[in-house]
């Protein structure tokens, strides 16, 4: 269906060519539900471009959005990659997965370039709820704020940190 997975994105992209030709036409504007939700994008500092492309196809063209404050914004439904860019900023980069009950606005903190080490990516505190069978009922569990590395370590990032005394400092 048009709840996830491809057909959305596709149904989105064609949707978005129709505009273009005309738009606000009152078949295209009552089709939208089936394939999108809107959803509203801040950043801090704002005038940052906001784009998505489909999960599916980490390799495909970016789409351009807007910029930000930007919404409420027709947004495919699903999952996408979303990208928030600002010049002399960090480009933050999320994972959206548009659906009724996730939320429908997304405020993103754009630090300045240096501010982290490479590599690095910054999470803030918040908190983070629970969508696991069975522990489903539980509260949300509360995070504070960390830096994680973007991609996994390798044995050999490992073993440099071993020799270099970590955990023993």
């Known amino acids: 269906g048009l709840e996830e997975g491809p057909e959305a994105w596709e149904a989105f992209q064609l949707a978005r060519e129709i505009a273009r030709i005309e738009p606000d036409h009152p078949v295209l504007e009552r089709l939208k539900a089936y394939f999108s939700l809107p959803l509203t994008f801040t950043s801090t500092p704002a005038g940052a471009e906001v784009s998505v492309r489909y ?3 980490p390799e495909s063209e970016w789409t351009l959005m ?3 404050p930007l919404g409420p914004v027709p947004w ?3 999952f996408t990659r979303l990208k928030v ?3 002399g900023h960090r480009t933050a980069e999320d994972v959206i ?3 009724e009950f996730i939320g429908t606005a997304y405020d993103y903190a754009l ?3 240096g501010l982290w080490p490479d590599g690095m990516e910054y999470v803030p505190a918040g908190s983070f709820d629970l969508f696991m069978p069975g522990i489903d009922h539980l509260a949300a569990e509360p995070t504070t704020a960390f830096l994680m590395d973007r991609d996994p370590v390798t044995n050999a990032e490992y073993r440099c940190f071993v020799d270099a005394g970590g955990y023993r400092d």
């Open 97 to 99: 997965w548009n659906i």
């Open 85 to 87: 860019e600002l010049d």
């Open 111 to 113: 630090a300045p370039q």
């Open 55 to 57: 999960y599916g196809d």
């Open 76 to 78: 495919p439904k699903g």
């Open 66 to 68: 807007g910029t930000t």
